[in-house]
């Protein structure tokens, strides 16, 4: 067989990977490079996605329903999207890129022992390590697809979520750019518990804390917003928890039963008021912060979950990291020497005249 | 500056009424100390607050000398000296003989600039010169003690003494009075000793707290207090010195006479019967001097002795380190661990910041570092050495009147006021030389006897936390380094539910845990305290240092994070909450309560 030129393993992926693979792998590159735990899988190029648009032909209809968008106009997007939608899931995924998944499905397959292994299908888009967060929430992820076939498919899916609404009506605001996106696949974390982290207080900007929310079952709760997760804040120097708010945790996303796809069920009663957390687990959060916040040099807003019957640390994966953006400026005070600000205190700081 | 609106409101202190049995408490104090009606436009619409950290008790009329004294004292380094220059002094007021405190805001912008150039120029002095000041207030401070032990109350006997008449040695009466004027002026000099470093030191260590708030917003006191934390200093030495006095008695096999229960007499006793008994005893006596000039409370009473007049503090810690070390347990105090952390802590907080800030952390913190031996070490030099010995100085002139029927007992001084027993000791002179009958013997008796009443009576009385206006901010620098008694704290305070379920008060050392409440507001009490109780007083004392092994954490109505209190529970790992303003009121002895230490609550359980 050939060498693969439309997939390559996330651990043999970096940082300057983005163009080709886009931002998402690239990022869970760098995080394996850093020592972080993440679930092993492969990246889908972004040549994958060109090649599939060029075979099948879709490059004039592409460009034709987005000259008909107008910015601010949703019928016009939506109309678009729906269209160029069709189209591409109507056009087969091309052979060679077929065989490329198959092969380093199989190979997931054997290096975890499970012949049909449940994975996770993300998009991954163009742009910096991971910064696309402005495309969060923009581009799909299809979890627990098991089977080659499902696999190809769903990286078409993720394909056709580029020309979703929001995605099309983002790009008509920002400019168009260049259309591509590569995919990430990885064995899929039957999540106990998952949530976020930030390696700040986002909210306060204490570069002290590590700021966690989490909640029963796989991350799409929280991060969709369906439950008010457990909060908490842990000082990165101590790993004292220095706030702890246990909420109600009504949803959870759990594996569907036919093995096949995640569905929304309701907490045990007894789960829904404990915290899903404990002081190891937060532990073991708190140093996994402080590694990604170290591999990334910046404040890094950090997707995790804590896999079912796996003890920590080795239950612990992160599954996406990205630049905290927006982080409130801290006011310092006016004067910069010691005794400066000694004076101030005393109410004596410096005068003019 | 950000203000919220007060809320709530504190009764006004001319509505407080006199609890029943306690009329006529006023003529116990100066007629200045009173909240009168010349005054009452003015001082109704000031903030006061019950100074229960410094004065927990109703005062004694002798006692109030520490008031007045302390007052002068930090007026003058405040506002004479280094001319704050938003502050001026502290005034104070007594209602039913507890002690509320005001502060005198400069407020003409004009005189508040040229306060900035005399502070800048006399603070900014003190800062640079730290450390030979410093060392040289150290000297003043021990030439001072050293005279006030050396001071002798005169005895008057049948005649004079031969030097009178052929040596030109001055006569009883001069001599009786100078002792006592003597021992006044000690005290008033000790006072100014006392404030000369306090604000400015507290100061520093304030103004390290705020820089590590701005760029640290989430970080936790204690870890502040963690950074700073002397690691030698003079308050944990006379704890220092009983390890190891109890690892000897180990080691010399004489530790079988440390028995719970027994009095220090009797352990004394039993070591005094052997030979290695008696040595462990001689390095006692080594120890004693000064290492047991530790006071028993924190409060400025006479109530309040060394482990000399009271040695059963440090006996009992002695026993309870014995048992320790028998049963295999380290009573080590970390100071290596403490040493690590301290530089672990500062090193990591100070890498999260940016090169700018980082620079105001490290200057600030060395700064801090600079002045935390003055605010650690002036308690014991100030409040524990002098005061315990000067109480005792006061109550040989207390026996001086006693052996001559003007008082039942030396300790009945301490029911007169300063000018009240210069008033005795004046008439007392004058018909033992003239020979006349004294009218002082029927005349105080009868007062000191009304007065212990009074006292008991007050001390049931529950004072409220505040009275008078609410501020809409505290901007008095003394007051929120002193007190701890900020904008924020004294807003809880005005809006406090009496019947709530639960006050809030300084994260002072972390941890949560449950327990019963042991309520302590007399040092007399404290011999109640059993294991596993959670301590709840207005303030501690380090010399508590033995029921600290047996609390489960401690809760004060008075005190911010450098409050004795918390630095003791973050030595002993406790958690701690202080400053809720009305712990001992609202929690009563036996009750279940919760105590998280690192948020700052205490939750009444039942």
């Known amino acids: 067989m050939s060498e693969a030129r439309h997939t390559r393993p996330l651990s043999a992926l970096g940082r300057g990977d983005s163009p080709a693979f886009g931002g998402k792998s690239s990022m869970l590159g760098a995080l394996i490079e850093a020592g972080i735990p993440v679930a092993p899988g492969f990246a889908v190029s972004t040549g994958a996605f060109r090649a599939f648009v060029r075979e099948a032909g879709l490059g004039g209809k592409i460009a034709a329903e987005l000259s008909r968008v107008f910015p601010g106009d949703v019928d016009s997007v939506v109309s678009a999207s729906h269209a160029i939608g069709e189209a591409m899931r109507s056009a087969p995924v091309p052979d060679v890129v077929r065989h490329e998944l198959a092969a380093a499905y199989a190979a997931l397959a054997e290096q975890t022992g499970t012949p ?50 929001p995605a099309i009506a983002y790009r008509a605001h920002v400019g168009q750019g260049e259309q591509a996106m590569g995919v990430a696949v990885q064995l899929m974390v039957d999540a106990e518990v998952s949530g976020v982290l930030f390696t700040c207080n986002p909210v306060s ?70 915290a899903c957390l404990d002081r190891r687990a937060l532990e073991a959060l708190v140093e996994i912060g402080r590694r990604v916040e170290r591999a990334f040099g910046a404040h890094q807003d950090v997707e995790w979950a804590l896999a079912r019957e796996r003890d920590l640390p080795d239950g612990l994966f992160v599954l996406q990291s990205r630049p905290v953006t927006g982080l409130r400026e801290r006011q310092g005070p006016a004067s910069d020497t010691a005794m400066g600000l000694v004076m101030s205190m005393f109410g004596a700081g410096e005068r003019k005249g | 500056m950000e203000t919220a609106a007060p809320v709530g409101s504190f009764p006004s202190p001319y509505e407080v009424g006199t609890p029943p049995g306690c009329e006529g408490w006023e003529e116990l104090y100066p007629y200045y100390a009173l909240f009168d009606e010349e005054r009452r436009e003015a001082d109704e619409k000031r903030f006061w607050f019950w100074n229960s950290m410094h004065f927990p008790l109703p005062m004694p009329a002798f006692d109030a000398i520490c008031i007045d004294t302390a007052y002068q004292a930090l007026g003058t ?114 006072w100014q000793h006392h404030f000369e470093f306090l604000l400015l030191g507290y100061g520093a260590y304030v103004t390290f707290t705020e820089l590590c708030k701005t760029h640290l917003p ?94 059963t503090i ?90 001559h029927g003007f008082l039942e007992d030396r300790e009945d001084v301490f029911q007169l006021s300063r000018l009240e027993v210069y008033s005795a000791l004046d008439e007392l002179l004058l018909t033992w030389a003239t020979g006349g009958q004294p009218r002082g013997p029927t005349y105080w008796p009868p007062i000191v006897a009304s007065r212990k009443e009074l006292l008991a009576r007050l001390a049931d009385w529950t004072p409220p936390p505040a009275v008078g206006a609410v501020p809409e901010a505290i901007l008095d620098p003394a007051l929120i380094m002193l007190w701890g008694v900020t904008t924020q704290r004294v807003h809880a305070w005005a809006q406090a539910d009496e019947d709530g379920s639960s006050l809030s008060g300084t994260p002072a050392s972390p941890g949560v845990v449950e327990g019963p409440a042991r309520v302590v507001r007399n040092v007399s009490e404290l011999g109640d305290v059993r294991d596993g109780e959670i301590l709840v007083c207005s303030i501690t004392s380090p010399a508590w240092a033995p029921i600290f092994s047996k609390i489960q ?10 409050s004795h209190a918390a630095i003791v529970c973050r030595e002993y790992a406790l958690p701690a909450v202080v400053g809720t303003g009305r712990a001992t009121s609202q929690i009563r002895t036996g009750q279940r309560i919760r105590v998280d230490g690192s948020a700052g609550s205490v939750t009444l359980l039942e």
């Open chain 2, 218 to 311: 989430d970080i936790p006191d204690q870890h502040i207090a963690q950074m700073v934390a002397g690691l030698d200093v003079l308050l944990f030495r006379p704890d220092a010195e009983l390890r190891r006095l109890a690892r000897l008695a180990l080691d010399t096999e004489v530790d079988g006479a440390f028995v719970e229960g027994r009095t220090p007499e009797q352990i004394e006793s039993e070591l005094g019967g052997s030979e290695p008994g008696r040595k462990w005893l001689a390095e006692l006596e080594a120890v004693k001097h000064p290492w047991f000039h530790m006071a028993t409370g924190d409060g400025l009473y006479h109530y309040y002795g060394s482990w000399l007049d009271d040695p």
């Open chain 2, 553 to 562: 954490a401690a809760v004060t109505d008075i005190g911010g994070v450098m």
């Open chain 1, 116 to 165: 049909e292994p449940p994975v996770a299908v993300r998009s991954s888009a163009l742009g910096e390590d991971g910064e696309d967060a402005t495309f969060a929430g923009q581009l799909e992820s299809y979890l627990w697809v098991r089977g080659a076939d499902h696999v190809a498919n769903a990286v078409r899916d993720c394909w056709v979520s580029l020309f979703g609404p």
């Open chain 2, 314 to 403: 440090p006996y009992a810690s002695l026993t309870g380190h014995i048992a320790a070390l028998r049963a295999g347990e380290d009573i080590e105090r970390p100071s290596d661990h403490i040493a690590t952390e301290r530089e672990r802590l500062a090193g990591e907080y100070g890498a999260l910041l940016d090169d700018e800030a980082r620079k105001g952390f490290d200057e600030l913190l060395a700064l801090s570092r600079t002045v935390f031996p003055y605010v650690e070490e002036h308690k014991f030099l100030c409040d524990y050495w002098f005061l315990t010995t000067w109480w005792n100085k006061i109550r040989d002139f207390g026996a001086l009147l006693a052996q």
């Open chain 2, 77 to 190: 380094w405040q506002n004479r000296v280094f001319a704050v220059p938003p502050a001026m002094g502290i005034d104070y007021r007594c209602i039913n003989g507890y002690i509320y405190i005001s502060g005198n805001p400069v407020t003409d912008p004009a005189k508040i600039g040229e306060r900035v150039q005399h502070f800048q120029r006399r603070a900014g002095y003190y800062f640079e010169h730290w450390d030979e000041l410093y060392a040289a207030w150290r000297t003043k401070m021990e030439t001072l003690i050293a005279e006030l032990e050396a001071l002798e109350v005169p005895q008057l006997h049948e005649l004079e003494p031969d030097d009178v008449a052929f040596a030109d040695q001055e006569t009883s009466f001069c001599a009786v009075l100078d002792a006592y004027r003597r021992a006044l002026r000690l005290a008033d000099v000790m």
């Open chain 1, 205 to 274: 900007g204490d570069p002290s804390m590590v700021a966690v929310n989490a909640s029963w079952g796989l991350g799409l709760a929280v991060v969709g917003g369906e439950v008010t997760p457990d909060d908490f804040l842990v000082s990165k120097v101590t790993g004292e928890v220095v706030r702890e708010r246990v909420h109600v945790k009504e949803v959870e996303y759990v594996p569907d039963a036919g093995g096949r796809g995640a569905v929304r069920v309701d907490v045990p009663e007894e789960r829904r008021a404990a």
